[in-house]
């Protein structure tokens, strides 16, 4: 997938933007505050739809409006494609692919991007929550039915709470959990499974000589190599059932999907207690591009890949490293608050960014 054009208007402070895209790599460079991290929010709303920074859309709009826009061609698969997003505050956001309405799930099975920045490192440091999210933007872009799955799924277990909070029995809407709950848990495995393999081996990439684990851990307590659908549907129910007295006491469900965990291991200790800022930089890194790969072979296309000031913690070996993994990568776009490394911006085009406006400074 190639970008080629991006333009956006009444986009936090970037009130009025056109940029014309290089097909290789794009570096933006200026002032912290001058608008580099909310260039790629722009691009990241553009084809997904929503933030990577988990940014309510109100909160994009320029402080002197009530409306952004943005709007964009690219190609995927040598079909030219046109996108645009477009919100008004108290409204709702209007989506167009190719100028007809679309819903975020069509921008999700037609694009695919990957993004990693400062806000990533709530994946290794924060709640289970942030886990998940990471799993479920990036197997939504993988699976169409993953996304379906995820909504259909937060809607029964908002039912079920319901009924424990108005005390009736839950026992209905169990089944159902058990049924869609048993898929993404299924999802999640053999995504974990697969990523794991490549994170360790960009990790080592990255961070030489250091070893970075991947495990995925559901609520769902299963026996040693069980991943088979009717096997955790069977853990599940029990597991249901062994929590059913605590969920009534507690009036919510303690168990399924939206209590999974994703273990992340830097030499065998705990990333989130035992790893130095650059190590859990280089952690987040080694993810997302292990998500780029996965998804570059499953969907048959590179995926667009932001940066944001990734080399802002990293030393210069962990920085070559990082270089070195661009070979094999499609477009990025890349922000830093000073110069970029000598090297990498030998081969990209570069841009400065001064209080929202960006000017082509190759």
Partial sequence: MII????????????????????STNIFYGANGSGKTNLLESIFVLCLARS????????????????????GTATVDGQLREMTVAYQQGGRKKITIDG???????????????SAGPEDSAIVSGSPSERRGFLDIYLSQLSARHLSRLTKYQQILAQKNAALRDALDPEPFNELLIGVGTKIMVERTEFVKQIAILAANYYA???????????YAPSV???????????????FRRRIQAVAH?????????????????????DGLPART?????????AVLALKLAVYEMMKQRRRVKPVLLLDEVFAELDDARTDGLIDAFGSLGQVFLTT??????????????????DGTVSDAT
């Avoid at 969920?247 to 303690?254: A, F, I, N, T, W």
């Fill in 246 to 266: 605590r969920e009534e006491v507690l009036q919510s469900s303690q168990v399924g999907p939206h209590r999974d965990e994703l273990v992340l291991e830097i």
């Fill in 274 to 282: 035992c790893g130095s800022q650059g190590e859990r930089r280089s």
């Fill in 205 to 215: 990439t990255v961070a030489v000589g250091r070893t970075f684990s991947v495990s």
């Fill in 52 to 71: 990577q920074r988990g940014a309510k859309d109100r909160d994009m709009v320029h402080v002197a409006g009530d409306t952004y826009r943005v709007a």
């Fill in 4 to 23: 080629h054009e991006i333009t956006v208007s009444g986009f936090r402070n970037l009130h009025k933007l056109t940029l014309k895209a290089d097909t």
């Fill in 100 to 114: 007809v309405t679309a819903r975020a799930s069509e921008l999700f099975a037609n694009f695919c991007l990957v």
């Fill in 337 to 354: 608050a000073g110069r970029p490394p000598k090297r990498l911006a030998q081969s990209a085009r570069s841009f400065q960014i001064t």
């Fill in 221 to 235: 307590t299963l026996p040693e190599g069980v991943s088979g659908p009717e096997e955790i549907a069977t853990a």
